[in-house]
């Protein structure tokens, strides 16, 4: 097994022998498979799963986001759907995240917990960036 010192075992409360040895039976890299087993047993959905069996959709829905067929507003409920199906895929709308909505920005955080930890931003694509000295922000003559 490979060594790290991403561990650091101190006052030898845990043997060094249990997470560096190479034996099958009673080792840390044993217990892991174990669990790795356990999870691909119990057929639950990961992000993993559930990008594999979206991945062409989610594709093929970003990429209608470039099509010049589609008026504004067309191309404003499209990013939204291709948005709810990449938080989808990546597990954040399966009912276990507190969500809070600010316009384009949502804040998720695990229930009992007030911070949130995350926070996404909804955008839409466009076909150029403006140069800095041309942003609206700024007044001009700056």
Same mark, same amino acid.
């Given at each position: 097994? /490979?060594?790290? #010192?991403? !561990? *650091?075992?101190?006052? +030898?409360? *845990? ?6 040895? #190479? ?10 498979? +174990?669990?790795?087993?356990?999870? #691909?047993?119990?057929?639950?959905? =990961?992000?993993? =799963?559930?990008?594999?069996?979206? $991945?062409?959709? !989610?594709?093929?829905? @970003?990429?209608? !986001?470039?099509? &010049? +067929? @589609? #008026?504004? %507003?067309?191309? %404003? ?12 895929? !990546?597990?954040?709308? =399966?009912? &276990?995240?507190? *969500?809070r909505r600010d316009g384009p920005v949502r804040w998720f955080s695990t229930a009992g *917990?007030?911070?949130? $930890? @995350? ?5 839409? /694509?466009v076909e150029v960036v403006p140069k800095k000295k041309e942003w609206p922000h700024q007044?001009?003559?700056?």
């Amino acid at each position: 097994m /490979p060594s790290s #010192d991403a !561990l *650091i075992v101190v006052e +030898d409360w *845990i043997s060094e022998h249990f997470f560096t040895t #190479d034996a099958r039976k009673e080792s840390f890299q044993k217990l892991v498979l +174990d669990r790795r087993k356990q999870w #691909d047993g119990e057929d639950v959905p =990961t992000t993993r =799963t559930r990008f594999t069996e979206r $991945a062409s959709k !989610l594709a093929t829905m @970003l990429a209608a !986001l470039y099509s &010049e +067929d @589609l #008026d504004e %507003a067309a191309r %404003a409920e499209a990013a939204e759907q291709a948005h709810e199906e990449l938080l989808r895929v !990546l597990g954040y709308s =399966t009912g &276990e995240f507190r *969500i809070r909505r600010d316009g384009p920005v949502r804040w998720f955080s695990t229930a009992g *917990i007030e911070q949130s $930890a @995350l926070a996404v931003v909804t955008a839409r /694509p466009v076909e150029v960036v403006p140069k800095k000295k041309e942003w609206p922000h700024q007044s001009a003559g700056r």
